[in-house]
């Protein structure tokens, strides 16, 4: 079966860095998303990887290990504006995004 | 570049009543679109996926009959609900997406939320 899965919710402090892993198993692989999501909005496009390495973009990075299913988003120099959710996304054999139920984000100042 | 548009943004309508729900992509051709649901804290579920000029591929659970889909052009599709129930109160979000080899990010609407009473 296709699988996708994410801590449910972390905490981090205001500056600091958090990493939010995702594991993944999906029929087929042609890449990982990770979105963010306000509440109540539409989710926003991150960063994409298909690859194995870090992409690194501002104060966001994303990592992807092919060989083990395996992601994370890192933020760096967290800002209280960065409490959101943040969904990955498995792109499969048919170029069908697969969701994760989202890790809700909390940052304390 | 890449904007997807909904309309309306929230909409609140009487049980037993159909709703319609426009989602374009303003500044490129959407091969594919997608129609997602999302309850209070749950994730995105996909609801039906559509291409231009042809029948949308339902997700397992989703009464075709009950939303319709129609991508009538590559830069706009429709979802109406039909015969709304408090049930159907959600938030609905389209996305769309080039398509090509190049990119398969979707690009999502600003959402939907609707209200049935």
């Known amino acids: 079966g296709q699988n996708i899965d994410q801590p449910t919710e972390m905490t981090a402090t205001e500056g600091a860095i958090v990493q939010i892993n995702c594991t993944y198993q999906?029929?087929?692989?042609?890449?990982l998303f990770w979105y963010q999501q306000h509440a109540g909005e539409a989710p926003t496009f991150l960063s994409y990887?298909?690859l194995d390495g870090l992409e690194e973009k501002g104060r966001f990075s994303s990592f992807l290990s092919r060989s083990k299913g395996y992601s994370y988003l890192l933020l760096k120099e967290l800002q209280m504006k960065d409490s959101a959710s943040y969904l990955c996304?498995?792109?499969?054999?048919?170029?069908?995004?697969?969701w994760g139920a989202g890790t809700k984000l909390i940052i304390k100042p | 570049g890449a904007v997807v548009s909904q309309h309306p943004s929230w909409v609140i309508c009487k049980s037993g009543t159909s709703v319609k729900i426009e989602c374009r992509s303003l500044?490129?051709?959407?091969?594919?679109m997608f129609w997602y649901r999302q309850f209070p804290k749950q994730s995105l579920m996909l609801m039906a996926t559509?291409?231009?000029?042809?029948?949308?591929?339902?997700e397992q659970g989703v009464e075709k009959d009950k939303f319709l889909i129609n991508h009538a052009s590559l830069t706009l599709s429709t979802l109406t609900v039909t015969s709304a129930h408090p049930e159907d109160s959600s938030f609905y979000i389209c996305?769309?997406?080039?398509?090509?080899?190049?990119?398969?990010?979707?690009?999502f609407g600003p959402g939907t939320r609707l209200t049935v009473t």
């Open positions: 500044d490129f051709q959407a091969t594919t």
């Open positions: 990887n298909v």
């Open positions: 559509s291409n231009e000029g042809s029948k949308a591929t339902y």
């Open positions: 996305s769309a997406t080039p398509g090509s080899r190049e990119t398969y990010e979707q690009y």
């Open positions: 996304a498995s792109l499969d054999s048919n170029y069908q995004l697969i």
């Open positions: 999906t029929s087929g692989f042609n890449g």
